[in-house]
């Protein structure tokens, strides 16, 4: 924990108005930071917040532990305001979580069991992307289940167009070529998406979900977990579930991913 | 200010987890308090909370001042949990606002200006009609105008049908009779809307902007402010703006309105 509380009408939780990151720490050191960074401040441009001094982000390593950490920054636009009007001069405010972290290294290897969620993103381009505070909906679809066998949902938007898990973004391999979907209209840019689609052919798409009935390999990932292949698909009425035996593809895309974040590169079967 | 602040990991900041109602109190007395009550129940349905019991929820009105004040109840869904899964025993928490308040007489009596919004919200059934904590569209909305003469902006869902405006639902005469729009896609079913759909004939309808041009009167409220007439919508476009002169109909419709909160009735021009 870092720097107290929140007041009472902190705006983070009147209105969700403002951003986070969620950043894996390594023996004191941020991984993918300069991707966060840039996310974080992409955000403050949209929401007209100053973006906070480099310097003042990374305070709160000096308290992480050995080994690794996720390092938990929450910016909001601080107190005041009449109603949803911004105060005339905000004073943001700047709170971190710093929490050992454990990732779960047998999903790595055996991959994992996700489903469909029912519930459908709402499409709002303006913040498309952005890590933000109204997060209402992913708590919902994480809702829908359960059964601790189930790592994640996938989440479609309104128009039926397949977004991201609720929390990791989703690639596949279809007739030999990396995809994953479009996020201009809905869903969070991770930070490991991005630094996927720097060093690999991966085409951002507009897909159904039924793409996934033709895909060779499927994958969710975040910058936190790491990459996890998905080995089965449960069906979203009732169908057989559909099953992927990992193999050489996912191996491949885990060691570029996962080599930035200081994870294992190496998962062979 | 009530009950202290918020800890570091309340859902309420890390994701807008939660629900609030603003009350209009007079002398201690909160007004619309029964469908107060019935949105934060409905709302508690949805997002699986138990609805605190009424007790609990009035007990900041014994602090109450003289006079007219505004209650804001703000319940989340507590602390804990891993990422957005709700923890195994949830232990929510309600916090509370108390400010005198003075309404804006000169709007009941002259009207307002309004415009229209750029931003679009998203469309989410499932938190349709609800007062949630995700409020970034609001707040991103309001955003878009500085000029203190215009009162509130006019928003669309993103198929272009007309929603609300920033924090006050919208009603509109056509051909002599009282429409508003539907909210069962997105926006917030405010307690005064609920209540004047239960005493006048007003028909929910799905309306394109364009429906303001025919429109022989027009009125934005809540439960706060009350009714206010729209005397000027500026155009979307740059277009001349729409004026209406405030008659008899708005009188009318400002009296039902007006005296479930104990404001004026009678505001003959």
């Given at each position: 924990?870092?720097?107290?509380?929140?007041?009472?009408?902190?705006?983070?939780?009147?209105?969700?108005?403002?951003?986070?990151?969620?950043?894996?720490?390594?023996?004191?050191?941020?991984?993918?930071?300069?991707?966060?960074?840039?996310?974080?401040?992409?955000?403050?441009?949209?929401?007209?917040?100053?973006?906070?001094?480099?310097?003042?982000?990374?305070?709160?390593?000096?308290?992480?532990?050995?080994?690794?950490?996720?390092?938990?920054?929450?910016?909001?636009?601080?107190?005041?305001?009449?109603?949803?009007?911004?105060?005339?001069?905000?004073?943001?405010?700047?709170?971190?979580?710093?929490?050992?972290?454990?990732?779960?290294?047998?999903?790595?290897?055996?991959?994992?069991?996700?489903?469909?969620?029912?519930?459908?993103?709402?499409?709002?381009?303006?913040?498309?992307?952005?890590?933000?505070?109204?997060?209402?909906?992913?708590?919902?679809?994480?809702?829908?289940?359960?059964?601790?066998?189930?790592?994640?949902?996938?989440?479609?938007?309104?128009?039926?167009?397949?977004?991201?898990?609720?929390?990791?973004?989703?690639?596949?391999?279809?007739?030999?070529?990396?995809?994953?979907?479009?996020?201009?209209?809905?869903?969070?840019?991770?930070?490991?998406?991005?630094?996927?689609?720097?060093?690999?052919?991966?085409?951002?798409?507009?897909?159904?979900?039924?793409?996934?009935?033709?895909?060779?390999?499927?994958?969710?990932?975040?910058?936190?977990?790491?990459?996890?292949?998905?080995?089965?698909?449960?069906?979203?009425?009732?169908?057989?579930?559909?099953r992927w035996t990992i193999g050489a593809v996912h191996?491949?895309?885990?060691?570029?991913?996962?080599?930035?974040?200081?994870?294992?590169?190496?998962?062979?079967?």
């Amino acid at each position: 924990m870092g720097a107290g509380g929140w007041p009472l009408d902190d705006r983070g939780v009147a209105y969700g108005d403002g951003l986070f990151e969620t950043v894996l720490v390594r023996d004191g050191a941020p991984r993918l930071w300069e991707a966060h960074l840039a996310r974080l401040a992409r955000g403050c441009q949209v929401l007209g917040l100053p973006m906070p001094a480099e310097h003042r982000l990374a305070a709160p390593l000096i308290d992480a532990p050995p080994g690794l950490a996720v390092l938990k920054l929450m910016l909001t636009r601080g107190s005041g305001g009449r109603g949803y009007a911004s105060p005339a001069a905000p004073a943001p405010r700047l709170r971190w979580q710093l929490s050992p972290f454990v990732p779960d290294t047998a999903r790595w290897k055996a991959g994992v069991r996700v489903r469909h969620c029912r519930l459908r993103l709402g499409i709002q381009p303006v913040l498309a992307g952005l890590k933000h505070l109204n997060r209402l909906e992913n708590v919902l679809a994480r809702g829908e289940w359960a059964d601790a066998d189930i790592a994640e949902g996938l989440l479609c938007d309104s128009e039926d167009r397949l977004v991201e898990a609720t929390c990791m973004n989703l690639f596949w391999q279809r007739e030999g070529r990396l995809e994953t979907p479009r996020l201009d209209r809905c869903g969070v840019a991770g930070t490991l998406r991005a630094v996927l689609l720097e060093r690999l052919p991966i085409a951002e798409v507009d897909a159904a979900p039924g793409v996934l009935a033709s895909a060779e390999a499927v994958w969710l990932g975040n910058s936190v977990q790491g990459l996890w292949p998905v080995a089965r698909l449960d069906g979203a009425g009732g169908e057989a579930p559909q099953r992927w035996t990992i193999g050489a593809v996912h191996r491949r895309l885990q060691a570029v991913a996962h080599a930035p974040l200081g994870y294992p590169t190496r998962l062979d079967n």
